[in-house]
């Protein structure tokens, strides 16, 4: 008796364990732009059903990623889903599009897959805040530069940027990452390559236009860019945060450091 009441507990509280937890969707979203579909994973809040309109944060990758790496690598971005009310959205951003529309390879137009059919499609299907003010970016270092790289130049879409580890200057690295397969080689297309550099982007930006948060381990490759993105806004007097700390280019670190992400997000969207 006393053995089937405590097994009785435990499917209990498993029960609603799963009631009170975020939940995690896996869909495809199609792009018209590239003519093919491609997963994404939607967190919701435990309070979805209950509330009315949610902010999002779209959440993106590294090179050689996919959609499923945030939640099997740092599966407590569910539990910030649930502490903060917001929708966490992971595109698939491809293996190394570096989340450019590529003038190379019509099948890597990421730019307006994740800043125009991704963030239409989240809006018609979920209960989301539709304006800038309710909607962040942020990502691990290919997806650090793209997360900075899209929402400097959409920032009608989004309203808080952040990027992690990110690949923030791609000219030191030119022969990396497959970037020259996205936008041809540096040697023969220098001019691409430093237009589209987050670097040099910075005159996009105006005092507080983006809310920012930059964070980097001071034993990763990237410090070094990261350090001079952070002294060029500073120059420019560009608010942000940016945040500094021993660590490496890895999941151990991204895993801590999505968490100073997601709450600084969080403080934005609850703005007065």
Known sequence: ??????????????ALSQVHAARVDTVEVNSATMKKSLKVV??????????????????????SGNHANWITKAPNIQKAAD?????????????????WDSPVDPQSQFETYVSK????????????????????ITGLSMGGHGALYL????????????????????????????????LGSYAEQPERWEKNTVINMLHLLTPNSLSLIIDCGTDD???????????????????????????????????????????????????K
Request: proline share 5%; aromatic share 18%.
């Open 1 to 14: 008796m006393k053995k089937a009441f405590l097994s009785l507990l435990v499917f209990v509280l498993f």
């Open 151 to 182: 929402a400097f130049r959409h920032q009608d879409v989004y309203g808080t940027a952040g990027s992690m580890s990110g690949g923030v200057d791609i000219r030191p690295f030119p022969n990396n990452w497959d970037m020259a397969k996205r």
């Open 221 to 271: 490759f990237f410090y070094g860019v990261n350090q001079n993105l952070h002294e060029q806004l500073e120059y420019r007097k560009i608010p942000h945060d940016y945040i500094s700390r021993p660590g490496a280019h890895n999941w151990p670190y991204w895993e801590n450091a999505v968490q100073h992400q997601l709450l600084f997000m969080h403080n934005y969207f609850n703005k």
């Open 117 to 136: 059919e991704l963030v239409s499609y989240v809006d018609q299907h979920y209960k989301t805040v539709k304006d800038r003010k309710g909607r962040g």
């Open 42 to 63: 939607v967190v919701r809040p435990a309070a979805y059903d209950a509330g009315k309109e949610f902010p999002v944060v779209y959440l993106l990758h590294g090179y």
């Open 83 to 99: 502490q903060y009310n917001m929708i966490i959205v992971c595109p698939n951003g491809g293996f190394s599009s570096w989340y």
